[in-house]
Structures are given as C-alpha cells and as structure tokens.
C-alpha cells in the first residue's frame, strides 16, 4: 500500500497502535508543550480536537490550561482510540465529549460553536484534498475570533532531522501503515493557500524529528 490513508485504513491502523501512541511523546512532547504556549488556551471556551487519540492532550488541556468550564469535543475515526480517550476523560465527563466519526465530511458541530480547532499530528497523515475540505470544516465550526492549533510532522531543515525526515518518508512511499500513516508535511504554505492567517509558526526539534506547529485564524472577508 502506498499514498496516504484512508479514514477506513487510519481507523484500522490506529485500532492496532492503541495505547502505544503514547509513546510517540518522545518526540511529539516539546512540540505540543509549544503549541500549548502558542495556543492562549487560558481565554478559551469551547475547544474542538480532531483525532484525539488516546486523548493525552485532551486530559493536559483540561488539567491545567482550560477555564474550569470550558467545554471539549474530540472526534476520531479509531474505536480504540475512542474508548481510550472516554476513559482517560471521564472525569471531566460533563463538560467533555468524544465522538467516533467515519471521516466523511461535514464533522459534527455547529457553525461558529467552538472557538479553538485542535489537530495534533493528524493532518500529516490526510490525503492532501481531503485535508483542504477538513481545513473548511475547520473555519466552519471556528467562531470569528476563533483559532486553528495544529502539529505536524514536517521535513527536517538540517543535519540528522533532515536525514530523518528522508528516510520516514521514504518508509510511508513504501507502506504508510509502517509510519502510522503520517509523513512530513509544509503546514504553513497550506493554510496560507486556504486563507488563514499565520500568527505563530515554529519548528521544534526532538530525536531528530522536526515538528511543525503552527497556530492561525480564519482571514476575514473584505477586511472586515
Ligand atoms: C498520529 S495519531 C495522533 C493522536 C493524537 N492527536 C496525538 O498527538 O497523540 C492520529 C489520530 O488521528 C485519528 N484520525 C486519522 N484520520 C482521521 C480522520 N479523518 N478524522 C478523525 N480522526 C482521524 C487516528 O485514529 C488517530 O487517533
């Protein structure tokens, strides 16, 4: 198998990995702990997260970032991952939620009902189209003054981390599933391309694996 993933073939794969996932912290740790910097999530209130995973993010957010009622839904196309994340979050049942979905669009939501869109190394592992529908689906459930967090592989600039990047995609070319489906990607061109404004963008290195973060609000129309 070769090219990105299906959401049917990500279910099945993330079905497998489970809770081993949690590993992936190793190198996807200083990233997040960026993107939790960069995120102002102290001032949000109602947070939606695709493909939450076990949902260790999720737990963090709601420990110690979010107002203590803020409210977060995750989706994700995995029902392992699902029941992982429901268990991990039951805690916070009343005001947290996660949804097993099938990956058609539209997502579940309302329009304008959450004013952060969280996506932590997901979108690496999208089909390049289907990523732009997921990135309108975004500006649709994000309220005018709401803001896109988003983590991603992204291909190393130097010395090992550039080796690394390499060698990982080459891996994906070969079978995704080997790599979980992700491979590095350019965040930023393509949220410029879909109309968003950057208002942060990083690149955190750990284990030489480079991670993109970047953090973006819908660009108003007419300048309004
Ligand atoms: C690489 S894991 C990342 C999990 C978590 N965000 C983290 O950083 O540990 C990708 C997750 O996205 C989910 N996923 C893949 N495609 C999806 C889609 N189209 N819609 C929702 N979730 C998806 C997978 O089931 C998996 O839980």
């Not at 493909?51 to 803020?70: F, I, M, N, V």
């Not at 975004?138 to 991603?152: D, P």
Request: aromatic fraction near 8%; include cysteine; charged fraction near 25%.
């Amino acid at each position: 198998m070769s090219g990105a993933l299906s959401p049917r073939e990500a279910a099945c794969v993330y079905d497998r990995i489970g809770r081993l996932q949690d590993w992936q912290s190793l190198y996807e740790g200083p990233a997040i702990a960026e993107l939790l910097r960069a995120g102002n999530f102290a001032k949000a209130r109602s947070v939606y997260e695709l493909g939450p995973g076990t949902g260790a993010l999720a737990e963090r957010l709601l420990s110690d970032y979010l107002p203590k009622d803020a409210r977060y839904r995750g989706v994700d196309v995995s029902p392992k991952m699902v029941r992982l994340a429901r268990e991990r979050l039951h805690r916070w049942a009343e005001r947290a939620r996660i949804d097993l979905v099938d990956g058609s669009l539209p997502l579940p939501g309302p329009d304008g009902g959450y004013d952060r869109y969280l996506a932590a190394y997901v979108f690496d592992l999208l089909a390049p189209g289907y990523s732009v529908r997921v990135l309108e689906e975004a500006r649709r459930l994000l309220g005018q003054a709401g803001l896109l967090c988003l983590v991603s592989l992204t291909p190393g600039r130097s010395g090992s981390s550039r080796l690394v990047s390499a060698g990982w995609r080459r891996l994906w070319q070969l079978d995704a599933r080997i790599v979980g489906g992700c491979r590095p990607i350019d965040l930023a061109p393509l949220l410029i391309a879909a109309g968003w404004e950057i208002r942060h963008r990083s690149v955190v290195q750990a284990w030489s694996v480079s991670s993109e973060i970047v953090v973006a609000s819908p660009r108003l129309v007419g300048g309004q």
